[in-house]
């Protein structure tokens, strides 16, 4: 099942790459480059460990594969927010403002989790907790963005085809079957235990899952159209109203100009006594 993880990983890869979908989710593409090149150097590592039972090769497997979890975990928050902002491509309003609720959100997350990391192991040992922490905030975050897509779909106009969904529906998939599984294995558990089958064959479920959408055609981009009194409309405009300083008009102050009235002034009694001497003259 681990080699059918790689092949299926490889073949998404390798769809994904086709179909050109790197230019729309570029973290999407990074993350499965990442499980393509990581899975073969954990698996000599582990076999070279097994096979020479030297310490070297067991601290090396741990280094790769806690440095390979933190990565996937930061790629995991990337691939959240182009996910978010692919489904709401149509509302740049409501996606600016929801850009900055969703990293704020995201912030919050990450203080909580630093926050609750048990420091009852000391030196290299807090790094699978730190890891494990940041994991289990991104998959939260997982689930939320996937609820938020079933909730919203014909809101935002978004059919479910459409590959944004297919990736939080396939990270949705990951994340619950993350949460159940830890509740229910223990540290003692063995590798050939049902519920590690159980573990891997859901993995490989999100993996048909991201293969599938990579195999559908790709739907001709359209306009959202919609009615103009429409909630959502008015909510785009004023979320797209908020923090828009607008058109700036410069205002000319009157200039100060006490000096020309009193030459004016000075130059009409010139004018007036010159004319009235004239008329006393003729």
């Keep these: 099942m681990n080699l059918a993880e790689v092949l299926f990983s490889a073949a998404v890869a390798f769809l994904f790459w086709q179909k ?3 230019l729309r989710f570029p973290a999407m593409a990074s993350y499965l480059a990442l499980r393509v090149v990581s899975a073969p150097v954990l698996f000599l590592l582990l076999t070279a460990y097994n096979r020479t039972n ?3 090769w067991d601290e090396a497997y741990f280094f790769a594969f806690y440095a390979i979890y933190i990565a996937s975990a930061i790629l995991l928050f990337f691939i959240c927010t182009e996910v978010f902002r692919s489904a709401l491509s149509g509302f740049p309003g409501i996606m600016k403002i929801g850009l900055v609720i969703f990293r704020w959100a995201a912030l919050v997350s990450l203080i909580i989790t630093f926050s609750t990391v048990s420091f009852a192991h000391k030196g290299l040992m807090i790094i699978p907790d730190i890891a494990f922490g940041l ?6 975050l997982e689930l939320c963005l996937l609820g938020f897509l079933c909730l ?3 809101t935002l106009r978004l059919s479910v085809r459409d590959f944004s969904f297919g990736i939080s529906l396939g990270f949705g998939i990951v994340s619950a079957n993350d949460f159940i599984v830890t509740s229910l294995i ?3 558990t063995a590798q050939n235990a049902p519920i590690q089958f159980v573990y891997q064959s859901m993995i490989l479920v999100s993996l048909a899952v991201w293969a599938a959408y990579c195999a559908l055609p790709e739907r001709a981009s359209a306009p959202v159209v919609m009615p103009a009194n429409s909630t959502i409309y008015r909510w785009n405009e004023i979320a797209s109203a908020l923090g828009h300083t607008g058109t700036q008009v ?3 102050q009157p200039a100060h100009s006490f000096f020309l009235t009193d030459v004016e002034k000075v130059v ?3 004018l007036t006594r010159s004319l009235k001497g004239r008329e006393s003259e003729s």
Excluded: F
Excluded at 135 to 140: E, F, G, N, P
């Design 135 to 140: 994991m289990r905030s991104v998959s939260v």
């Design 268 to 270: 009409d009694k010139v």
């Design 54 to 56: 030297l310490l070297i």
């Design 20 to 22: 050109k979908l790197h």
């Design 152 to 154: 919203c779909l014909n």
């Design 250 to 252: 410069a205002i000319q």
């Design 186 to 188: 223990s540290s003692k």
